[in-house]
């Protein structure tokens, strides 16, 4: 019974001391909400996202267009920081009515992308749309920062 045991827990442990030793490609960590939140929403580099073909390469580039084309995204041209600190506004609602969200105390530039009707996996064609608007987010977490990206108005 002990041996058995031990023949489980072993590869369990050599697992987690791969993990902890930072040899398992990063790809098979578990990504943090935070951290999925800023892979998909967040562009700081880029304020003027100018070209039309930004979204087919950052959907791309962001790894939104493994195993399906995610239908919709909203990238935001902003800081780190600024976005983070859109968690210290007061509770307001979602779009589907629930008071969880939190409003951005003044408009962002975004570039909100559409996946084109006519596009099909693995090929991924989007239309790049800008706008500039206030953004609605859910927090969670110490530190309490952005997790979901809700809806823009
Ligand atoms: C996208 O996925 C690849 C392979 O899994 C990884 O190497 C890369 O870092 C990912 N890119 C981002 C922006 O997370
Ligand atoms: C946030 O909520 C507090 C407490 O309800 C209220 O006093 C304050 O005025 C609100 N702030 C804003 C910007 O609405
Ligand atoms: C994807 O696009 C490439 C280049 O435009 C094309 O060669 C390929 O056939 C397309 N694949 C699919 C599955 O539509």
């Not at 930072?22 to 790809?27: D, K, M, R, T």
């Not at 959907?59 to 210290?88: E, W, Y």
Request: net charge positive; glycine share 4%.
């Amino acid at each position: 019974m002990a041996l058995k045991k031990s023949l489980i827990l072993f590869p369990m442990l050599a697992l987690m001391l791969q993990v902890l030793l930072g040899q398992v490609h990063p790809s098979l960590a578990q990504e943090s909400r935070a951290m999925r939140f800023r892979r998909q929403h967040i562009d700081s580099d880029n304020p003027c996202a100018g070209s039309i073909t930004y979204c087919d390469v950052m959907m791309r580039r962001q790894n939104m267009t493994q195993g399906a084309c995610k239908p919709l995204n909203t990238f935001v041209h902003a800081s780190i920081p600024v976005v983070d600190a859109v968690c210290n506004n007061n509770f307001t609602a979602c779009a589907n009515g629930q008071r969880v969200c939190h409003q951005s105390s003044s408009r962002m530039i975004l570039t909100d992308c559409v996946l084109k009707s006519r596009s099909v996996y693995p090929n991924c064609t989007y239309w790049t749309n800008p706008a500039i608007k206030n953004i609605l987010v859910v927090c969670d977490g110490n530190p309490y920062v952005p997790v979901h990206f809700d809806s823009s108005i």
